[in-house]
């Protein structure tokens, strides 16, 4: 054992000895073996705060809903005001005018103010991307429900890892990262849809593997598709909405 410890040192000094009769442009000449000098990453500049980088798309500034529309194609029913779209009861979900795959969503929401009811009939909403896998939006401020359906969860499929609500009223946000499913030839999955979320800047949700659409009812089944709408959706709970924004991955 000793002998070969002394071995180890024995050829870490002559290692050392070597590297210190090299010059300095022999160094730097080793060094830059390893790097690399393309692709250039394109300069995106950071918004501040929560407001959009450069190269974001704005689905919702708080002036209007146009980037929106119903389940037939029409306008979307929801109520603009203060900055803000409200659900409208009985109007329907809305679905963004755009199709999209994999993508990095910023929207920001707030449960009523006056606590009305419990459990899931209290705040209810979700965000569905490709218009089939949600990110519950729930008033999860002390509001006991079924874990896997709480605010943050992947609905039925993922518990958040922690609880990180804000009481009745107040403005919240999901910062999330959702990597579109990939499909073989024969239509099977070969990469499931994955969820990255932050609520209210707290990691909530990490990596996690999307077992299929969301279903109330039953376990999910993949079935291919391609890009399509982002859904909000109509729970008849007036959840409001502001600040919404994604770029494309």
Request: hydrophobic share 40%; no cysteine.
């Amino acid at each position: 054992m000793r002998t070969g410890l002394l071995l180890l040192l024995v050829l870490a000094q002559t290692v050392a000895a070597q590297e210190q009769a090299l010059t300095r442009e022999e160094i730097y000449a080793r060094a830059a073996i390893t790097e690399v000098w393309e692709p250039v990453p394109p300069v995106v500049t950071p918004g501040a705060g929560n407001a959009p980088p450069s190269d974001a798309l704005v689905l919702f500034d708080g002036s209007s809903l146009d980037a929106w529309r119903n389940v037939d194609g029409g306008a979307a029913g929801w109520v603009v005001a203060d900055g803000a779209a409200t659900v409208k009861a009985g109007t329907g979900n809305i679905y963004t005018r755009q199709s999209f795959g994999s993508v990095q969503l910023h929207i920001e929401w707030r449960a009523p103010a006056e606590v009305a009811s419990e459990s899931q009939g209290r705040g209810n909403s979700g965000v569905f991307f490709m218009d089939r896998y949600e990110v519950q939006v729930l008033d999860s401020f002390a509001n006991p429900t079924y874990p896997n359906g709480q605010a943050a969860s992947v609905y039925k499929q993922h518990i958040p890892l922690v609880n990180a609500s804000r009481g009745p009223g107040e403005w919240q946000s999901y910062d999330i990262v959702f990597m579109a499913p990939e499909f073989g030839a024969n239509g099977r999955v070969v990469r499931p849809a994955t969820l990255t979320v932050f609520h209210n800047g707290v990691l909530v949700q990490n990596n996690v593997a999307v077992q299929g659409p969301t279903e109330f009812i039953g376990k999910p089944q993949y079935e291919a598709h391609g890009k399509a709408p982002i859904r909000l959706q109509d729970h008849s709970n007036p959840v409001s909405f502001r600040n919404i924004w994604l770029r494309e991955l």
